[in-house]
């Protein structure tokens, strides 16, 4: 009741700072039966693209929080980029264990996918998702995971 605002006009966001505190504070990551570690012929957006575009029709595909981190505050891209997916369709063929530059999880929690942004074809993780992910990680992500916030509760304001 202190956080929200319930009211004849609505629903109004009273502390957005306190409310992203209690989600960060509550995080659990998602539950993932099976990674796969690929090889993709090149480690970039554009082969991923590829990789999200074929897999089973029934399959949902997201970039982690961590991988969108770029998307949302200034960093470096990832050598290595993390996807979530419901299915893992016919990805054997690029499996590598020692020089992989991809990691898929597979996961069915559907929170991975809630607030999706799609860009340049590709689905990335929501900023929140992003920021959540982030928080968990070591120092460097951990201060990232501060710029996804501020530009969180900025355009909250």
């Known amino acids: 009741e202190l956080l929200i605002l319930k009211g004849a006009q609505g629903i109004a966001l009273l502390q957005p700072e306190k409310l992203l505190q209690s989600l960060q504070d ?22 991923l693209k590829k990789l999200v575009e074929a897999p089973p029709a029934s399959a949902r595909w997201i970039l982690s929080g961590e991988s969108s981190a770029q998307r949302y505050a200034v960093t470096t891209p990832a050598e290595v980029f993390t996807v979530y997916a419901t299915g893992l369709g016919p990805l054997a063929q690029y499996e590598d264990e020692r020089f992989y530059n ?5 996961a069915a929690d559907s929170f991975p996918y809630f607030d999706a942004r799609t860009d340049a074809g590709l689905p990335w993780s929501s900023p929140v998702q992003c920021c959540l992910e982030l928080s968990l990680l070591d120092k460097r992500e951990r201060a990232l995971a501060g710029e996804v916030a501020k530009s969180i509760l900025a355009k909250l304001k």
């Open 102 to 106: 991809v990691i898929v999880k597979e």
């Open 26 to 47: 509550g995080y659990r990551p998602p539950k993932v039966s099976t990674v796969m570690r690929l090889k993709l012929p090149r480690a970039s957006l554009e082969a």
